[in-house]
C-alpha cells in the first residue's frame, strides 16, 4: 500500500501562483469575492506564503506553498463528530462531503489553517461552469473542503493501472499543482518506495516538516534554500 507525500522545493519555488489557479480549475474551486475574502471566507485549496529575510536593504523575499498537510496523526480526525475527516489506508487525510455536517471543529483543530467552510452554494457565470471537472464534485453550503492531493487523479491512475495489469511507476501520478510548476518545485510520490523521488527528497539534510513540534506527522516536507556562498 503507497503512502502518498509531496516535496516542496523553496530553493525553486518562485511564487508565480500557478499550483494556486491549477488547483482551482482542478478541484472545482469557487471564488467569493472581494467582499467575502474581507471577511475572511476566501477559498484557496493551496496558498502561497511570502516570507522576508534580512534587513532593508539586504532583504530577501522567499516563498512557501502551503497547502492540506495529510498529516499521519491529523487533529483534525478525531474532532470530527460525524466522522467526515477520516484517514485512508494510503496516507491521505480525507474528506467525505456528504458526512460532513458543518461543525467546522476540524478548522478549529487545523494548525495549518488549510480547511475552509462553504459559506454559500457555489456560483459560476457562464460560460465559466462548462470548465467544471466533471470528476470533482461540487460541495454545498455548509460543508468543509480542502486539499486531497487530488484524490481523483491518484483513483483514475490507479484503476487504469489494475485494467492495464501494469504497476503505478514514480512520476505516473501529477497533482494539478504539481503538473503546472513551472520551476518543477513540487514533487509527489509514494513515501514508501524508497527509490521514488519524494522519498529521496524527504530524506535530505535540507528537509523539514511545517510545525513539526506539534507531532502531526506531515506527509509534505519543506526542502529550505540553499545558502549561497
Known amino acids: 500500500m503507497p503512502r502518498w507525500g509531496m516535496a516542496a522545493d523553496l530553493d525553486r519555488c518562485t511564487g508565480c501562483g500557478a499550483c494556486v489557479t491549477a488547483c482551482h480549475a482542478e478541484n472545482n474551486i469557487s471564488t467569493v469575492g472581494p467582499y467575502q475574502a474581507m471577511r475572511g471566507r476566501a477559498k484557496h485549496w493551496i496558498r502561497v506564503e511570502r516570507y522576508w529575510e534580512g534587513e532593508f536593504p539586504d532583504v530577501r523575499l522567499k516563498f512557501r506553498p502551503v497547502m492540506c498537510q495529510q498529516c499521519g496523526n491529523a487533529p483534525c480526525e478525531p474532532v470530527c463528530p460525524t466522522y467526515a475527516s477520516q484517514h485512508t489506508e494510503d496516507g491521505l487525510n480525507a474528506q467525505v462531503y456528504n458526512r460532513c455536517i458543518g461543525t467546522r471543529y476540524c478548522a478549529n483543530a487545523c494548525p495549518y489553517t488549510v480547511r475552509f467552510f462553504d459559506f454559500f452554494n457555489p456560483e459560476w457565470d457562464k460560460p465559466l461552469h462548462l470548465q467544471l471537472n466533471p470528476d470533482v464534485s461540487l460541495r454545498e453550503v455548509g460543508v468543509m473542503e480542502k486539499c486531497t492531493f487530488c484524490v ?41 518506495d524508497p527509490e521514488s523521488a519524494v522519498s529521496r527528497l524527504s530524506e535530505s539534510p535540507r528537509g523539514s516538516k511545517l510545525l513539526e513540534d506539534l507531532g502531526t506527522h506531515p506527509a509534505v516536507t519543506y526542502l529550505s534554500r540553499q545558502t549561497q556562498v
Do not use: H, M, W
Open 152 to 192: 481523483q487523479r491518484i483513483k483514475a491512475a490507479t484503476i487504469q493501472a489494475k485494467a492495464d495489469e501494469t504497476e503505478l511507476k514514480d512520476g505516473d501520478i501529477k497533482p494539478a499543482c504539481v503538473q503546472s510548476c513551472p520551476a518543477q518545485a513540487l514533487v509527489f510520490g509514494d513515501l514508501n
